[in-house]
């Protein structure tokens, strides 16, 4: 499917709130934080030289957030950083005195952490970081996932420390049940998605992604002309599309949301003209983004600074992990997750079929997102045919051949 943005709201200025959350100063704050990270460091940008000339496009270059502060996903620049901002605030409310990212290892910070809970919903990837930002300010984490969420990936986030519960059904049932055992518990709740009344927190989750924007625009030699990002519940999405919108302006490129088919809910979002749960079918192999009701901060962002919605099937989301670890041409070797390439699997559906309702031709720039690397090593290896291990050994042999 394929949708262009007749919101209309579509081109006009974002929210007050939401131009504070995703602009230049906000960015500023999220710099701040991660300099103080030990394992900080710019992810890489790719150039796919080989894949732009198959698709009669200029260029295509892919952030690789597979290696983002050890956790392999975007998503560790979200949970994280607002779980840090949170601890931040309650240690200033109660020591009385402006507390910042510095102070967060001192011991009187530390002993007010210890007594807060965040608590989550999560596919994976979200819980991890959250889990992780817990850990490093000392505080406590409780994750609930869902029936789909695999043990490999419910391993990886208990390794910081988490208690992890299982929650039957599918992600939005894990989150109604994460918001209802916190308020009954007094916990803070750290989600990716919003609901009325429960916003500010899932701003600063995206107000972290806007890291990656920063960073992208710094490597490239011009800014893109189009960009593509797959949506789970809107989040990543958003924070690019309106980072993207505020310091380039009228300059932005045309943007494009990305999801899975069986679970488009920014799609039904944008054909109904406000954030709508759909219906619960089959699951799909883009399990980071198998979500059925939109963030509702984060379609206000998309139905403005969005300029199409369109959604890709199965198997376009398994060959691109296919073609990035096998890459012709002299394109390099990536690792993608099952919902890392979507972005790229959308432009290469849209480069067939859209092509001209984007306007997509030899000077297109085009860039795009590698949300995550193989953060289930046992799952990757069955769609791909090979391990992470394996693609990563060939990566290190290409670069050290002559």
Known sequence: MFLPNRNALHGKPLDAADAETLGIAGADTVERFLAHRDNHAMTPLHA??????????????????????????????????????LVLEEAGKRLGRPIDVEDLDRADVRSVAAKM?????????????????????????????????????????????AEMVRVDGNYDDSVRQAAQVAAEKGWTVVSD??????ERIPGLVMQGYTAIVREALRQLIEPPTHVFVQAGVGGIAAAVAGHLAIVLGDARPIFIVVEPARAACIV????????????HDQPTVMAMLECYEASRVAWRVLARA????????????????????????????????????VGLAGLIRAVAENRTDLGLDGKSRV??????????????????GMSPADVLAGKLAAEATP
């Not at 894949?51 to 983002?68: C, M, P």
């Not at 073609?323 to 993608?336: F, K, T």
């Open 268 to 279: 039904a979002a944008a054909e109904a003209g406000h954030v709508v749960k759909v219906a």
């Open 367 to 384: 860039l795009v997102i590698n949300t995550e690397g193989a953060t289930d090593p046992h799952r990757y290896a069955e769609l791909v």
């Open 48 to 85: 796919l030289p080989a894949l732009a000339r198959e698709s009669g496009v200029g260029a295509i270059h892919l952030k690789d957030e597979g290696f983002r502060l050890g956790l392999g996903s975007f998503k560790a620049l979200g949970g994280a950083y607002a779980v840090f901002r």
């Open 306 to 341: 969005a300029d199409a919605f369109m959604t890709v099937d199965e198997d376009d989301a398994v060959a691109v992990m296919r073609r990035l670890a096998r890459p012709s041409g002299g394109d390099p070797l990536i690792v993608a997750g099952e919902s890392g390439g």
């Open 117 to 161: 809970t965040f608590a989550c919903a999560t596919d994976g990837n979200h819980g991890r970081s959250v889990a992780q930002g817990a850990e490093l300010a000392g505080a406590r984490a409780v994750i609930f996932v869902h029936a789909g969420v695999s043990d490999e990936r419910i391993s990886a986030i208990a390794r910081y420390g």
């Open 193 to 198: 998605t919003s609901w009325p009344g429960y």
